[in-house]
């Protein structure tokens, strides 16, 4: 029992240094996270690479030698024949296909990386070269994809095909992005539409009332605040703000309507969204595909890249994830021994 005693013991102070060390690195890590972020870097990955080694791959496996051994008889023409005609090949480039990821968040802090992402597109881009965006976003604020938006039209004001795949949802603002292609595909069930505006708040004043509690708000403007959460909401403030919304929703059609003007705009702006293929009989998508589908019908005959822009993170972070990282392991390892041996 001594024994038990003494090992539970120092179990015990082994889970206090480890969580003490926690402590000490989430400090560190939240001082740096407090101090200037990392400069972001731009990746440029080939997508057409990757789908060579994956044919490559899956030839190697699934055929047999004979086959093999004819296929590579084939390949050898080919490159001998892509030899001969090196010089006229270089004066061609093939055009290309960028693809670009964008999946939003409420705020749409996500554009500031797609404007970084574009530029680099459009700094590099010729006439040929089309641009595909993978969209996936519920909505969110106005003013973040009213912006968003606007940094999709840069890639059709530049004469450059852009092409804007939906494989889940493209809700709301969403759809304010998605409309903007010159091609939109959605797979079938993907949900889209949803051309509306919401406002909410919650009101405490009753609560506050209850409690004996006084609230002052003092504005210059008639309608400087029409709905408040703490003070008492009138008939007019509700009047005023339902026709600020209002005006919204009638920037957000007409927005559509420019972009796609075929489509019957007062029969799909209710705020409803439909599945894939019923948005498709609207006239809200053109073409039923997923962005995969679209990606190998490009292949090999155009060079295909993903753009992504991220930030990088600096020595500190990664060093204080990490080691947080380690460290909860640690303990919890501790823990489960000391639960054992108690």
Known sequence: MEFLYEYGLFVAKAVTLVIAFIIVVSTIVGVASKQKQGKGQLEIISLSEQLKDITHYAKQVLLDKAALKQLAKKQKKEDKAKSKNK??????????????DFKGSMDANEVEHLREEITAILCVANKEDEVLVRLESGGGVVHGYGLAASQLQRIKEKGLILTIAVDK???????????????????????????GVLAQLP??????????????QHTAGEYKR?????????????????EEIEEIHTL?????????????????????????VKAKELGLVD??????DYILSHFPEREIFKVKYSLKKNVA???GLSVAAVAER?????WNKARHWF
């Open 169 to 195: 949802v493209a809700a709301s603002g969403g759809y304010m992005m998605a409309c903007v292609a010159d091609k939109l595909l959605a797979s079938q069930f993907a949900y889209i539409g949803s051309i």
């Open 330 to 334: 640690v303990v919890m390892q501790s």
């Open 226 to 242: 029409t709905l408040t959460v703490f003070g008492e909401n009138n008939d007019e403030g509700r009047a005023k703000f339902k």
């Open 203 to 216: 009101n405490f004043n009753k609560l506050l009332k209850k409690n004996d509690v006084e609230f002052e």
């Open 87 to 100: 010089k006229a090949s270089d004066e061609e480039e093939k055009s290309r296909l960028f693809v670009i």
């Open 252 to 276: 957000f059609k007409d927005f559509v309507h420019s972009q796609r003007p075929e489509m019957n705009i007062e029969k799909v702006a209710t705020g409803e969204y439909w599945p894939g």
């Open 287 to 292: 073409e039923l595909s997923t962005s995969d």
């Open 317 to 319: 972070e990664k060093l």
